[in-house]
T-cell receptor, first 116, second 112 residues
Framework: GAVVSQHPSRVICKSGTSVKIECRSLDFQATTMFWYRQFPKQSLMLMATSNEGSKATYEQGVEKDKFLINHASLTLSTLTVTSAHPEDSSFYIC???WGRGNQPQHFGDGTRLSIL | QKEVEQNSGPLSVPEGAIASLNCTYSDRGSQSFFWYRQYSGKSPELIMFIYSNGDKEDGRFTAQLNKASQYVSLLIRDSQPSDSATYLCAVMRGGGGNKLTFGTGTQLKVEL
């Protein structure tokens, strides 16, 4: 149980392209989804928290106009990296949890984004 | 002081030995504690979670929590080479909407 699917697994695209990443909870309703970024040999960095039907809460230093998050249903959240540049190249990982407290986060397989 | 501290390692143990991974946290409002395993180039995978003081066992894994000392640990018995990974300790504050604070992880190497 608690399967989270993330697509695509890898994206390579030109600078200036917008890239959309999908995160789906397959066997549970995700009241909250989280988006992380991880650079090589570094720890996970939380970018934003999204609750179904409401605006995402972004961490300090994360540009909300750059990283658009939509959590339209209890099973789907999307992250769109707008006008991506080489410095946006990273490993993006989503996670999902249910309930409002003390529930674990379950992670998707991640998306490796490379901007040329 | 970091909110969640882990020794970065690498921690090297021989195959079949017990690996002991430690984590301390600073927020006394933390209520839930999680261990994730992350293989190189992959996303984190939930190993165990613990809410109450004491030990919690699941197969070869045992999580230990001491809230008074603000300390949580993960023991891996009969370590296997496939256990070689980075282990992330994460804590959750009560009423925090399931938001986790992660440590930087401990790299474990199980040697043949």
């Amino acid at each position: 149980g608690a399967v989270v699917s993330q697509h695509p697994s890898r994206v390579i695209c030109k600078s200036g392209t917008s890239v959309k990443i999908e995160c789906r909870s397959l066997d549970f309703q995700a009241t909250t989804m989280f988006w992380y970024r991880q650079f090589p040999k570094q720890s996970l960095m939380l970018m934003a928290t999204s609750n179904e039907g409401s605006k995402a809460t972004y961490e300090q230093g994360v540009e909300k106009d750059k990283f658009l998050i939509n959590h339209a249903s209890l099973t789907l959240s999307t992250l769109t990296v707008t006008s991506a540049h080489p410095e946006d190249s990273s490993f993006y990982i989503c996670s999902a949890s249910w309930g409002r407290g003390n529930q674990p986060q379950h992670f998707g397989d991640g998306t490796r984004l490379s901007i040329l | 002081q970091k909110e969640v501290e882990q020794n970065s390692g690498p921690l090297s143990v021989p195959e079949g030995a017990i690996a002991s991974l430690n984590c301390t946290y600073s927020d006394r409002g933390s209520q839930s504690f999680f261990w994730y395993r992350q293989y190189s180039g992959k996303s984190p995978e939930l190993i165990m979670f613990i809410y109450s003081n004491g030990d919690k066992e699941d197969g070869r894994f045992t999580a230990q929590l001491n809230k008074a000392s603000q300390y949580v640990s993960l023991l891996i018995r009969d370590s296997q080479p496939s256990d070689s990974a980075t282990y992330l300790c994460a804590v959750m504050r009560g009423g925090g909407g399931n938001k986790l604070t992660f440590g930087t992880g401990t790299q474990l190497k199980v040697e043949l």
